[in-house]
């Protein structure tokens, strides 16, 4: 299942300049494996650091939960046009800077789901070193 950035935007309700997932690698009721690469052109580098740019730590957040998300609704886990609401954070660690140009793969793992909510756990890495790990729940609701 590689699905690129135009199939994912079918998966989420952000859209570009928020659609932080590049490529979804692969999908299973367990695990969901992604891609995101995040070019020197990213509206933010210029301003976060002008002399040392580097991915804001809750862009990487951001796209980890994306990621997430993605999967569950390529799994059908919820009804079409739900969304997803950040409702906890736990044990969330940025262990290191990520750079133009670096390509974060993620690996999440489905903790529970139920109708109304999600829990996750995943990490991203660079080449083979963490850049971001952490635990979340999403409250899903609908889109009206």
Known sequence: MNLPTTEIEKLLPQRKPFVFIDELISVSEEKIVAKSVFTEDEAYFPGHFPDFPIVPGTVLIEALIQAGEAG???????????????????????????????????EITNIHISSRMIKQKGAGYVDQDIVVEGEWMCVVGANN
């Not at 569950?72 to 079409?80: D, H, I, L």
């Not at 906890?88 to 940025?94: A, E, R, W």
């Open 72 to 106: 569950a609704n390529a799994k059908a886990s919820f009804p079409e046009e739900s969304l997803f609401f950040l409702a906890t954070l736990d044990q969330v660690k940025l262990r290191r800077q990520v750079r133009p140009n670096d390509v974060v793969h993620f």
